[in-house]
């Protein structure tokens, strides 16, 4: 197989966006489990204790500062969840009443039904899976998809390596893919952002209100920030991304959420694999730029240093695809 840059897959065809963030937009049938459920498996390294749930392909549910019981993500559904979910063609599906497309869910379909967990890997502050993903809105086995993660638990951050693998035979045309989907708890309402020429040189960092219906803000620094009104919250640092979609949601209850995926675009292709890594930070906002800065830097230099090994120009950082 061929490596490639995923960003160079045809990005100037004018294409139909579809994101996930719309589809969430109408609740799904079945809540996901509680959080005290066996149906849990947690880390827990002293500065973070993350939840993944095993019935939805061990898509990420619970985040939080070890020691403390407030879940800043919201996981109402099997749709809401730090997960992986990408977009094909139209397939004479309907989402309840909507038309939609090809879309491979790691935690399930929007009924509640279960996808298979195939493998699941805990040791210290890491855990790892594979499961075969449902389609979101026919609830169908997608047994051409398979989805890998790697999680880790770092000092300062939360580390996720995410790999999807194709192995049908269709080609499709390019879409936006979220990379990954992220839900947060309603009261992290303020989005932040840098959205200046100069990244990583200090400059002033823009606070966005998102409404219910889809934005989409370009990232020089490669990362956001849904906070407080204190400024403290989740950020979101994914290297290989330059921009996101947003929005909030306020159904009522447990469904309300404040939600935004770092996108890229590419279309599915026989034997892609296609991986990249995201990170997630709890704290101020400067304080999460300040890490992030430093891992983004890092990413870099190391693809430059790969690049020149390889004889290779030097190209943006980004995620990759084979």
Sequence with gaps: MIRIRVLQIAIVVAIAVVVASTAHKTLGVEKAPGVES????????????????KSAGAG???????????NLLNHYDRGRLIQQSFYGDADDSKWVD???????????????????????????ARLYSKSIPLHWATGEKLVDFELEQWIELKRDLVHVRFR??????????????????????????????????SPWTGGPLANKHPGQ???????PEHWAAFVNEEGEGVGVCVPSARQITCY???GGADSDCSYLAPITTFGFR??????????FSIGKVEEMRAQFEVLVK???????SEQKAAGQPSASLQSKSK
């Design 38 to 53: 066996a149906d849990w498996i947690y880390l827990d390294n002293g500065t973070f204790r993350l939840g993944v749930i």
């Design 60 to 70: 990420i549910g619970y985040l939080s500062r070890s020691g403390s019981k407030r």
């Design 98 to 124: 909507k038309p939609w497309c090809l879309n491979p869910v790691q935690g399930g379909d929007y009924k509640g039904a279960i996808p298979q967990l195939l493998e699941t890997k805990v040791e210290d």
């Design 164 to 197: 999807m693998s194709y192995k049908g035979k269709e080609s499709h045309a390019p879409r936006h893919q979220e990379i990954p989907a992220v839900f947060f708890d309603p009261s992290l309402s303020n989005l932040v952002l840098y959205q200046g020429k």
């Design 213 to 219: 219906k889809n934005e989409y803000f370009d990232i």
């Design 248 to 250: 909030r949601f306020r």
């Design 270 to 279: 026989p034997d892609l694999t296609f991986e990249y890594d995201a990170y």
């Design 298 to 304: 890092a990413a870099r230099s190391k693809q430059k």
